[in-house]
């Protein structure tokens, strides 16, 4: 099957400071990565879609400056949190869409980021 | 994507069939159903997906309506690791994909 390793599973950080995570298809092409961000007893919430090569895709209300993607490769995209700040604490998960559309969407194990 | 809606929670004891249900009366023809489950402080899990015919994998069964406006997710024998929170999701797969949007989905809790 499809895997998607996701790297680190928690972080902490100290405010102002930027927080890169890596997102990183390890058996398959991925063409396009999303990524998502959790709050406490909420749903995923899609913050940006990114295809190899190209510039990523915000949802309405992410900050594109804040949250810089790159997917510079097939295998690996990422996210890094710039100036962070305590309410930008959060679970972050990647996905990623196999490009032979064999295995579809596959998730990464997310990122636990706290910042103090 | 199609509006799911799914109960907000359900109980199951363990070793019984876990049927979680889903509306999605607004489905298209070109979207499928989707299911993934969420255990705590993880990412999703894919499950199973389906057009419309029921699909059977080694996970559950996706029994889908023949209008296609509803669906049931089947767990054959429930067991204390399923507890999880369960999406059902309407998404135009095939050669069309595009991203998947998480509704609240189901806290499934399973009990000896």
């Known amino acids: 099957g499809a895997v998607v390793s996701q790297h680190p599973s928690w972080v902490i950080c100290k405010s102002g400071t930027s927080v890169k995570i890596e997102c990183r298809s390890l058996d398959f092409q991925a063409t396009t990565m999303f990524w998502y961000r959790q709050f406490p007893k909420q749903s995923l919430m899609l913050m940006a879609t990114?295809?190899?090569?190209?510039?990523?895709?915000?949802e309405q209300g992410v900050e594109k400056d804040k949250f810089l993607i790159n997917h510079a490769s097939l295998t690996l995209s990422t996210l890094t949190v710039t100036s962070a700040h305590p309410e930008d604490s959060s679970f972050y998960i990647c996905?990623?869409?196999?490009?032979?559309?064999?295995?579809?969407?596959?998730f990464g194990s997310g990122t636990r980021l706290t910042v103090v | 994507d199609a509006k799911t809606t799914q109960p907000p929670s359900m109980d199951c004891a363990e070793g019984r069939a876990a049927n979680l249900p889903c509306n999605h009366s607004t489905i298209s023809g070109n979207e499928y159903v989707y299911w993934y489950r969420q255990i705590h402080s993880q990412g999703p899990q894919y499950i199973i997906h389906?057009?419309?015919n029921n699909e059977t994998n080694e996970m559950a069964s996706l029994i889908i309506t023949e209008d296609r406006k509803s669906s049931t997710l089947i767990l054959p024998h429930a067991t204390l690791r399923d507890t999880a929170v369960y999406y059902c999701?309407?998404?135009?797969?095939?050669?069309?994909?595009?991203?998947?949007?998480f509704g609240q989905g189901t806290i499934l809790t399973v009990h000896p």
């Open positions: 999701i309407a998404n135009a797969g095939g050669t069309s994909y595009g991203k998947l949007t």
């Open positions: 389906g057009l419309k």
């Open positions: 996905s990623a869409l196999e490009g032979a559309l064999v295995y579809g969407y596959t």
């Open positions: 990114s295809n190899e090569g190209s510039k990523a895709t915000y």
